[in-house]
């Protein structure tokens, strides 16, 4: 009891939980109570059910359960991270080549002409699940959708050498 309200054990001991995940990562085994709110978490530890495609010992694939075209695939790494900057190297390894793995057996499965795969990766960018997942989404000549220039209104205001000079300033 805290507060006279009987919290249930993991909100308890979710401060003793959070230092467990913080010094040893975060399971690949249970779906913490750090993550349960996350619905990808939850489809990966079996607790939410999927149309799942593929099962890797770091990567599960499952179908969009709001498909943009049929055999709309996404792909997460099981380990919950919110942005592809934070995946660790060997995560970020193992989600590409669940993609290499699947790209070609999604298309000729649906027999698609070709897939456009694709992250959104942060909020401002439409993400609306901060699970890192790959989207690929077969596709046919005249499915009706564009190519990935055209969800960008070209509004660009600087020089290619500076913006260029920009990011190699932070590359290194
Ligand atoms: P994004 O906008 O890139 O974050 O994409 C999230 C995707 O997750 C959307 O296309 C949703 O349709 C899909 N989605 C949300 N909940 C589920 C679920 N329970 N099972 C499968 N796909 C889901
Ligand atoms: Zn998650």
Do not use: K
Not at 4 to 22: H, K, M, Q, S
Not at 28 to 38: A, G, I, N
């Amino acid at each position: 009891m805290v507060g006279g309200v009987n919290y249930p054990f993991w909100e308890r001991n979710i401060t003793w939980i959070a230092w467990l995940e913080l010094t040893l990562g975060p399971s690949p085994v249970y779906v913490s109570p750090m993550t349960t709110s996350c619905i990808f978490c939850r489809i990966v530890g079996g607790e939410v059910p999927a149309e799942v495609v593929a099962r890797e010992p770091e990567v599960v694939a499952f179908l969009d359960v709001q498909p943009l075209a049929d055999g709309h695939v996404l792909i997460v790494p099981r380990a919950h991270v919110a942005a592809v900057e934070e995946l660790e190297p060997a995560a970020a390894a193992a989600l590409f080549q669940t993609v290499l793995r699947l790209a070609g057996p999604v298309r000729e499965a649906l027999g698609a002409a070709g897939t456009t795969i694709g992250i959104n990766n942060g909020a401002a960018t439409g993400q609306t699940i901060p699970h890192v997942h790959v989207h690929i989404v077969p596709r046919w000549p005249d499915d009706g959708a564009g190519s990935i220039h055209t969800i960008f209104p070209r509004r660009t205001r600087r020089p290619l050498g500076e913006v260029a000079a920009a990011i190699r300033r932070v590359v290194g």
